[in-house]
């Protein structure tokens, strides 16, 4: 009997899309026993032909062109990997249009424009996959849409930038400031020659978009989501928060709560009994709670060839079956819900905040008082003396209890105008429930 095949094409032959292939070829012998047909990938979408030559078995399959592969009535699927928004959102609508399945790893475009691609697919009833755009290769748009969707989920954060990770590792264990953290980075390969969306924030603010969306059934864009990067942090704040019991990591944290939905992005300090203070190096790890499965944690490479690959080469797989099942476009867009965003002035949370102060009596009094009159709490305070012998300062280190965002910031500003107080050095969001 002859062997069912179906058809694929490749845009983009970087380092994803290398893996794609590799992790294709590995599994060739044994994917019609597997998932039911063979799939091959037909064509591959390159900007340099001869440079992608020396990458693949046959050349003849690379081409330049994309309407050579949107009029190719013979492919079914279209793997896009060239990442941000143009031209990849017009080569996936002309895709979906022309009735063709699509896998994507592109978060930037589907943190911006999910909706519209979903709603696209939903039309000519095919498939649109992007599991590769969270975390890499950990499972986790699947496990959210299908294993989890018995949950109402409330939380869902974690560690879903390596790069990030990897400098506040060195940071942390041993004491480089940032800008050696990143030097080295750069040199291992861990941060792209340009850096910006890495250590901004940006690339956790689009998967936590991303996340936010599928977990809560409503739609969050990276513009609901606030951000900060990890570029302030210093090894002293580390320190101190190690003195405090905790570790700092930058965190994307999507809440569903009574009052809206919470989308954020920062360097927060996290208790090291929290079981994503121990994810270090480059490795990501997502968190997440339901009212049925309580506490779950996905965790594994976020980045790289191969373990991207392991996710786009899943979706490829999970088509072919609904091909083969004759059952395409049975999950598309889950967001049948619409939440609003809450602003971040709105949120609660605990606060760290490093400051100097005029070392003499009175001083931590004018402090509290300022922070009663904005609701502010003090759970942890620690105070040195400035290094500077003739100074006469005092560093103090608060952690506060949990209050609303605008109050604190408020109770800050004011401080800051204290003539006793001459410096806020820090002020970072600590994780908690
Ligand atoms: N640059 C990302 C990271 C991987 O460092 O995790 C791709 O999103």
Redesign the pocket.
């Known amino acids: 009997m002859e062997e069912k095949v179906i058809n694929a094409a490749l845009l983009g032959l970087g380092t994803v899309g290398t893996g794609v292939y590799k992790v294709l070829k590995g599994q060739e012998e044994e994917m019609t026993t597997k998932i039911g047909c063979k799939v091959k990938i037909r064509k591959i979408l390159v900007r340099n032909l001869e440079k992608a030559a020396a990458k693949v078995d046959d050349p003849a399959m690379l081409t330049n062109s994309w309407e050579e592969i949107k009029q190719d009535p013979s492919i079914d699927i279209v793997i896009e990997l060239i990442g941000g928004i143009e031209p990849a959102r017009t080569y996936i609508l002309d895709a979906l249009h022309a009735g063709k399945h699509v896998v994507t790893a592109n978060?930037d475009l589907i943190a911006v424009h999910g909706k519209e691609l979903l709603d696209a697919a939903k039309a000519s009833h095919v498939d649109l996959l992007f599991e590769a755009a969270v975390a890499?290769g950990i499972p986790i748009i699947r496990p959210l849409k299908q294993c989890l969707a018995g949950n109402h989920m409330s939380e869902v954060m974690g560690i879903?930038?390596?790069?990030?990770?990897?400098i506040l590792t060195k940071m942390s264990q041993d004491n480089m400031e940032f800008k050696d953290a990143l030097a080295l980075a750069t040199k291992l390969g861990?941060?792209?020659a340009d850096p910006t969306?890495?250590i901004d924030g940006l690339?956790a603010g689009r998967?936590v978009a991303i996340l936010a969306s599928v977990a809560f059934n409503s739609r969050v864009v990276f513009d609901d989501v606030y951000i900060e990067g990890i570029t302030k942090i210093s090894a002293k704040d580390i320190r101190y928060a190690k003195e405090m019991g905790c570790a700092i990591k930058l965190l994307g944290v999507a809440r569903n709560t009574d009052t809206g939905v919470e989308a954020y992005v920062c360097p927060m300090l996290i208790p090291n009994d929290h079981p994503l203070a121990t994810v270090n190096d480059?490795y990501?790890a997502v968190f997440v709670h339901g009212d049925a499965v309580e506490d779950a944690m996905f965790f594994g490479r976020?980045?790289g060839e191969l373990p991207?690959a392991s996710a786009v080469v899943g979706d490829i797989f999970d088509i072919v079956r609904n091909i083969v099942a004759n059952c395409c476009g049975r999950i598309g867009c889950t967001c049948y819900k619409q939440l609003p965003v809450k602003r971040m002035e709105d949120t609660y949370n605990r606060y760290f905040l490093r400051l100097h102060v005029e070392d003499r009596c009175g001083v931590l009094a004018e402090m509290t008082e300022v922070f009663a009159k904005y609701h502010v709490s003090i759970a942890q305070i620690i105070q040195r003396d400035s290094q500077s012998q003739d100074d006469h300062l005092a560093e103090v280190v608060v952690i506060t209890a949990k209050v609303r965002e605008g109050d604190f910031k408020t109770a800050v500003q004011e401080l800051s105008n204290k003539s006793s107080v001459k410096r806020i050095s820090k002020t970072i969001r600590v994780y908690g429930k």
């Open positions: 978060k890499g879903v930038n390596g790069t990030t990770n990897f861990y941060a792209e969306a890495d690339d998967k480059s990501n976020g980045a991207t």
